[in-house]
């Protein structure tokens, strides 16, 4: 079943992140969709996985959510969900694609609506002499207890998905969730315009650039 992203809890969503406090809630916080810190099989139940033979859906490159379809040339954002990883059991990088001119309002909404109700979002740095990307990070006090604890119970470490432009070598203790914003042209040059964003890379470190 096809999962879609419901826009219009933009302004409750917003609230809640505002008004939200500085204590760590028990792993497994409440998100309205699962993000990093979710377990793979919160994102199968949540949004439904696809892999298979080809190049873009395979054993070690799945792909989550319905199908996507934008300008950009790389011939992966086939799906909502690409590149998805996971260490410990739990989702710590993915790439999420959407439709053209997908303003940043949207997007911010949307990477809100995957992290626990404690969130804080950073400002919007835009990176790179032609305006390459932009970089926020989230900071999330729930997402690192989620880890750690992840991390106490042994569970063996594991990774789908192969196609990340910023990788997550190792978890941020403090629970920075680290997001970077694009569109990839024909010329294959990654380009920035708050009102067309067809890339996010999310991964669970603070991040700097493109």
Request: aromatic letters at 6%.
């Amino acid at each position: 079943m096809r999962h879609h992203w419901l826009v219009g809890t933009a302004l409750s969503v917003l609230t809640l992140i505002a008004g939200g406090t500085d204590g760590a809630p028990a792993s497994g916080a409440s998100r309205v969709h699962p993000g990093i810190g979710s377990t793979l099989k919160q994102w199968e139940q949540e949004v439904g996985i696809a892999e298979g033979p080809g190049q873009l859906c395979t054993d070690i490159d799945a792909c989550f959510g319905p199908a996507v379809q934008n300008s950009e040339p790389d011939g992966r954002n086939g799906y909502e969900f690409t590149g998805v990883e996971a260490v410990d059991g739990l989702v710590n990088a993915y790439l999420e694609h959407f439709a053209d001119h997908t303003t940043l309002a949207v997007v911010e909404t949307r990477i809100l609506q995957t992290l626990p109700p404690d969130t804080k979002m950073g400002p919007v740095h835009v990176v790179g002499p032609n305006h390459t990307c932009a970089v926020i990070d989230f900071h999330s006090p729930a997402v690192a207890n989620e880890f750690k604890q992840s991390a106490k119970g042994g569970k063996p470490h594991g990774s789908i998905g192969k196609d990340i432009r910023v990788r997550a070598d190792t978890t941020d203790p403090s629970g920075t969730v680290g997001v970077v914003l694009y569109r990839e042209l024909s010329s294959l040059r990654l380009t920035y315009s708050s009102s067309d964003i067809q890339t996010a890379v999310v991964v669970d470190v603070s991040t700097s650039g493109c």
